[in-house]
């Protein structure tokens, strides 16, 4: 997992209203505040607003979260405005944000997870290290430090090194995640 746990009943303690003076245009890592979770629950509304204008969520998304703003450059920015900028486009990748509450539900009924699993996080890395090991029966978490959300674009060669699935699945030590 990179980043994000599968949805669990913490989801449903986060805050409607950010902690005083605690939001701002950078994540405060010890009080994130996640307001596009409840905006994208809710059914059409993003789309009439955001259809052709998907790139100011984005960039502010990404101003919000990335350490390093330049990770993201004009032509990957372009990148995910154009796949995300159509209403169809906006619908779908709202609907995993409205399924939360049945993930949560669900994973409920699941077993304990046998097998191994990797979870490296950023900002969520205590997170993640909270809410996964009760789920699975063998987890490693990682935390990849001096980064935002966007581990894969701030850190690419880092996060190369570090998640080598062959390696983790067949019990060999990956890269550890540092400087």
């Known amino acids: 997992m990179l980043e994000f746990p599968h949805p669990d009943d913490s989801l449903l303690t986060f805050p409607l209203l950010p902690a005083q003076g605690t939001f701002g245009d950078k994540l405060d890592f010890a009080h994130p505040y996640l ?5 994208h629950q809710v059914k059409g509304f993003p789309e009439q607003l955001l259809a052709g204008r998907v790139r100011v969520e984005q960039d502010w998304l990404f101003r919000y979260f990335l350490l390093d703003e330049g ?3 004009a032509h990957d920015r372009a990148v995910y405005e154009r796949a995300y900028n159509s209403a ?8 995993w944000y409205q399924s939360f509450t ?4 669900d994973a ?12 490296v996080g950023g900002p ?6 909270k809410v996964i090991p009760p789920r699975a029966s ?3 978490t990682l935390h990849v430090e ?11 060669d880092l996060i190369a090194r570090t998640i080598r699935i062959r390696d983790f699945l067949q019990g060999e030590p990956s890269a550890t995640p540092g400087d």
Request: aromatic fraction near 16%; glycine fraction near 4%; charge should be neutral.
């Open 35 to 39: 307001w596009w979770f409840a905006f």
């Open 71 to 73: 990770a993201v450059d």
């Open 88 to 95: 169809e486009a906006i619908r779908a990748s709202n609907a």
């Open 102 to 105: 049945q993930d949560i539900a």
């Open 108 to 119: 409920k009924t699941y077993d304990k997870l046998g097998m191994p699993v990797l979870a």
């Open 124 to 129: 969520a890395y205590r997170w993640m290290k």
């Open 138 to 140: 063998s987890v490693t």
């Open 146 to 156: 001096n980064t935002g959300h966007f581990l894969q674009e701030e850190r690419p």
